[in-house]
């Protein structure tokens, strides 16, 4: 402890953070309006209904990072613990390649990978004090090689009805999956709101010093927190398997970054202490309904990219701009 | 009498190149209210880091209840009953008042991993109700006033009377130093009553406040106890006194190399200057003139000086150097107007700890290093090898990282860096000799005098008011974020340390 640095006195205004907080949900409406409004395609229930299934995945992998994330921390490791997880679940349950038929098992072991591999990145960053970016790039790469080797060249097509029935089956006019991450979504919120992990996850990227200082022992809740994220990556990874009726080593492309925004976008702070899975959620369909927008509004396919591109760093800015000091260093 | 609350006896610490503690005694009665009073450095954090096993001590002994402890972490403390409140920004901010209060011993508010808020809630308030504060236990803590926050702390100190059977023993450290007048008023009252059931250490900087709370006050300088005043009729004077204690004889100042100051156009004219804390500061440095900001924790004089150097946001007011004025306040404006800064945070904010010293002291003025735009490595060589020479720099050579030297010898590169391009007309010195052992404090001040005398002025924010009375031709006394008086301070005339309180407080 050498914090002989003197503090000024900071004081933030209650009325401050929760019109900080308001910001994304009322972005949401916002682009959400102005959108009904050029489009009528845009408005109907099926494309509403097709934005929120849309959503599914990447809700879950959103889930999953945005424990990582309120610590202070980042992962980076969600394509590869997707790829991984894909192939394992294709290969357990029926498929062309063998003759599992593990069912819900197969679909348990995935997640239960998932976990292994979150709890071996938040191990390298504990103990060999890896920074959790190393630590996760590298993990997800061992991921893909791990996916590699179990695809072996063949492409495992599932014909479990219970797997593929996940994206197909409808109830209440959404699928399965989106039910599915709907439940991810609570129950992240029920561990971010009523555990100790989760308010602990919430602590440490507010003040991990004090939490020590108090003599709580930081290291465990970070491993757990890590592979619990790994647990939601794993899920992901056998959500987008049910979508395509086949294990792909790229399963997971881009969701990582997809999640890392969505999750900035929706209000989580990268340096941690604030957001949290509420906000994820509404940064999930902002993403969602922006993308899905600038299509129906007729924006070329060429230009959406980068157009979305822009929105998010100005999201980002304007997010930022009240708390922007003097001679603050960002990185 | 019975036995002591606490006692240390002998405790010694060195830290490399200084001796934090030097054989401290203590004694702790029980149910009273001890005062720790010492100027910066006298050793008082780093005791009472000892007293809660942050800091292990080389030599000494710390008895809780007369028996002999060792004390190897904060949990360690508490479980013997001993526990303190920080100063300031030790609760997590985004947590609830009440998860803070139960921090790393939630007991029956946590089962099995699961929170019972209600639960929580009824522990935190048992809490605050034993203080009699009103705060709503499930407010977020970062949305609370600094009073309030400091009475979250206070009531999650308390909770160490769950552990042990005895009272407590409270250490409050700089707890003053953030709040108004009237949340002072209530802290104090809230002190006296903590004292029926508790023990308590008080440490503030500011010497009324501690004789008005205190029933004894020790004081501490160099490392060691050097005394111990009854506060029942005592004043700030006395106290002072044994701060400081009796000034050497010896020329440690280089007051014989001081400049006589030409009265001319004035180096540096401050006109009106405002910021966040401080207001309408107005003030001239001659060359070769040697001018001290002294003022309690608070005063502003920190920010003041910052601002010169536009590193801190100003609102009005107006920078000249030399007659011109300095159009939008920047660091860069400042650097080209040959403003030099030494900042307080050396390891933060005045080097780049891994990187060479002669890429430290050519780190703002590249121009002196450069062909073209490229460095010129023999250039470079010469200059910063003729620097070494001449602040007598003790470095293996220019390309050892910085942060192997000794802090004397990383504060005279630091020195170097405004001093390479041969430019720097005005020099801030925030606190250059903090943390640095005598010798090096002395070589600091001998360097001092050699660029006043080639008409290079000085604004000094000194570690201690001893520093700021011999090294300064004038003193600047802020309280509350404005100059409450300017004293002239010449060589044969200089004021006691004592005048000088007598303004600050």
Partial sequence: ?331 | MSVPALEVRGLVKHYPGVKALDGVDLVVRRNEVLGLAGENGAGKSTLLKALVGLVAPDAGSIHVRGEPVRLRSVVDAADHGIGMVFQEQSLVPNLTAAENIVLGSEGPAVRRGVYRWEVMRRLAQEQLDKIGSRIDPLARTDSLSFADRQMVEIAKVLRIEERTQHPPVVILDEPTSVLEPKEIDTLFAQIRRLREFATVIFVSHRLDEVLDVCDRVTVLRGGRSVGEVATAGAVPRELHRMMIGSTGSDDHYHENAATTVVSEEPRLSVRGLSGATFRDISFDVARGEIVAIVGVHGSGREDVCRALFGAEPTTAGEIRMDGRTIELPSTRAACAAGIGYVPAERKIEGMVGPMSVAENMTLAKQRARLAGPFVAPRKQATLVDSWIRRLSIRTPGRDTPIQRLSGGNQQKVILARWLVAGDVRLLLLDHPTRGLDIGARSEVYRLMRELAATGVATVLLGDSLEEAIGMADRILVMTDGRVATEVACPNGGKPSPLDLVKEMV
């Fill in chain 1, 1 to 331: 402890m050498t914090s002989e640095v003197v503090n000024a006195p900071r004081r933030q205004s209650r009325r401050g953070a929760s019109f900080r907080d308001a910001g994304p949900p009322v972005a949401l409406i916002v682009v959400f309006l102005v959108f009904a409004a050029l489009s009528p395609q845009f408005r109907s229930l099926d494309n509403v209904a097709n934005i929120v299934d849309a959503a599914a995945v990447l809700a879950v992998v959103t889930c999953g990072i945005t424990f990582v994330l309120m610590m202070g921390s980042i992962d980076l490791s969600a394509a590869g613990v997707m790829g991984a997880s894909a192939l394992t679940v294709s290969l357990l349950v029926a498929n062309n390649r063998n003759d599992n038929d593990f069912g819900l098992l197969g679909i348990a072991v995935a997640v239960l990978l998932g976990c292994a591999f979150g709890c071996l990145s938040g191990l390298a960053l504990v103990l060999l004090k890896v920074p959790s970016f190393m630590a996760t790039l590298g993990m997800s790469a061992v991921g893909l090689g791990v996916a590699t080797l179990m695809f072996a060249g063949v492409q495992p097509n599932i014909s479990d009805t219970m797997v593929k029935g996940l994206a197909i089956e409808r109830f209440l006019g959404l699928s399965y999956l989106t039910w599915i991450a709907a439940g991810c979504v609570l129950v992240g919120w029920l561990v971010q709101r009523y555990t100790r992990l989760g308010r602990y996850a919430f602590a440490i990227g507010g003040a991990e010093e004090v939490l020590a200082l108090s003599g709580v022992k930081v290291k465990p809740y970070k491993v757990a927190v890590f592979t619990l994220a790994g647990a939601f990556y794993g899920l992901a990874g056998v959500m987008v398997t049910s979508q395509l009726g086949a294990g792909l080593v790229q399963a997971g492309d881009g969701y990582d970054f997809s999640a890392i925004t969505a999750a900035v976008v929706g209000g989580t702070l990268l340096t941690g202490g604030r957001g949290g899975i509420g906000h994820s959620a509404v940064g999930v369909l902002l993403v969602m309904v922006l993308t899905n927008g600038l299509v129906q509004v007729g924006v070329s396919p060429y230009w959406q990219g980068g157009v979305e591109g822009l929105i998010v760093v100005a999201a980002v800015a304007a997010a930022v701009i009240p708390q922007r000091r003097r001679n603050q260093v960002v990185k």
